[in-house]
């Protein structure tokens, strides 16, 4: 629900600056306003909901789909069906927290040992792609794509311990780490354009709000990840982090849709 909240606010960002554009269309004929609607848009950037699948190797080993969204912008090669772009997806690939409580005793007096173990995943992959887009009836534009890039996958850990005596509370360990690869990556991808309004005003301006919908398959080359299975304690009773590594292809589906403004 915040997500989707999260995009309409941003539609109406986008809308509000060429609302009072938009209304000057009332003043115009309709041979001006198509004329204006001519008008290239050049440019355009976007921001989506993002859902990110793990795909063979990668899915065996983590199990988990990636949450996140996607930033991005281009151009368009007006009136020629291209369009190229940039674009950097942050995908959250899962997080927990655990708590432990135990009691003991100190020099006579009872105190409880809070443990707090969190941890978190994330695959960032950065695009750069080239699409084939044409424009069908000035609404709708379906493309293909050639997709070229990369993607870091971290994994952070954090443990805190606290010792809580009566009316005082002592923090004796706290470690924290993280790791990082990364992996090239190449692919395809679908999708579709949708026109959703037209903003033209005078004496000659025009762009647009559209939703767009992206199915995309990467080809991931291999690279060495890790998840976090527990904290353990040495000799000294010192905390450690005990991961689990892996090393594999990491291909993956990701899905995409949101709006994209062209101007």
Same mark, same amino acid.
């Given at each position: 629900?915040?997500?989707?909240? +999260?995009? !309409?606010?941003?539609?109406? !960002? ?8 938009? @209304? ?10 198509? %004329? ?20 063979? *190797? +990668?899915?065996?080993?983590?199990? %988990? #789909?990636?949450?996140?969204? #996607?930033? $991005?912008?281009? +151009? ?6 291209? &369009? ?12 927990? =927290? ?5 009691? @003991?005793?100190? *020099? ?5 040992? /809070?443990?707090?173990?969190? =941890? ?30 990369? /993607?870091?996958?971290?994994? #952070? ?21 993280? %790791?990082?690869?990364?992996?090239? /990556? ?17 004496? @000659?301006? /025009? ?9 995309? $398959?990467?080809?991931?080359? *291999? @690279?060495?990840?890790?998840?976090? *299975?527990?904290?353990? !304690?040495?000799?000294?009773? %010192?905390?450690? +982090? ?7 292809? =990491? ?5 995409? &849709? ?6």
């Amino acid at each position: 629900m915040k997500k989707v909240l +999260f995009l !309409f606010l941003f539609a109406s !960002f986008l809308i509000y600056p060429y609302s009072v554009c938009s @209304a000057q269309t009332k003043e115009l004929s309709g041979s001006q306003i198509d %004329k204006l609607k001519s008008i290239p848009t050049n440019y355009f950037i976007g921001l989506s909901f993002t859902n990110m699948v793990p795909q063979k *190797e +990668f899915f065996d080993n983590l199990p %988990k #789909s990636g949450q996140g969204f #996607s930033l $991005y912008g281009g +151009f368009n090669a007006d009136p020629m069906p291209l &369009a190229f772009g940039l674009e950097f997806d942050f995908l959250f690939n899962g997080s927990n =927290t655990k708590y432990r409580d135990t009691s @003991a005793f100190f *020099e006579g007096l009872a105190y409880i040992r /809070h443990d707090t173990v969190s =941890t978190q995943s994330m695959v960032i992959p950065i695009n750069i792609f080239a699409r084939y887009q044409p424009d069908i009836m000035g609404y709708v534009s379906p493309y293909v794509e050639a997709i070229l890039g990369l /993607h870091v996958l971290t994994n #952070s850990q954090n443990f805190n311990s606290g010792i809580i005596f009566p009316g005082d509370t002592v923090y004796p360990d706290k470690i924290s780490d993280s %790791k990082s690869s990364v992996a090239l /990556h190449y692919g395809v991808g679908v999708g579709v354009l949708l026109k959703l309004v037209d903003f033209v005003g005078l004496p @000659a301006s /025009h762009s647009s709000l559209n939703f767009d919908i992206l199915l995309r $398959y990467l080809l991931g080359s *291999e @690279a060495k990840y890790q998840e976090t *299975e527990s904290v353990g !304690f040495d000799n000294n009773k %010192k905390p450690f +982090f005990n991961v689990k590594d892996y090393k594999s292809k =990491t291909d993956m589906i990701i899905f995409t &849709a949101g709006f994209v403004f062209k101007f």
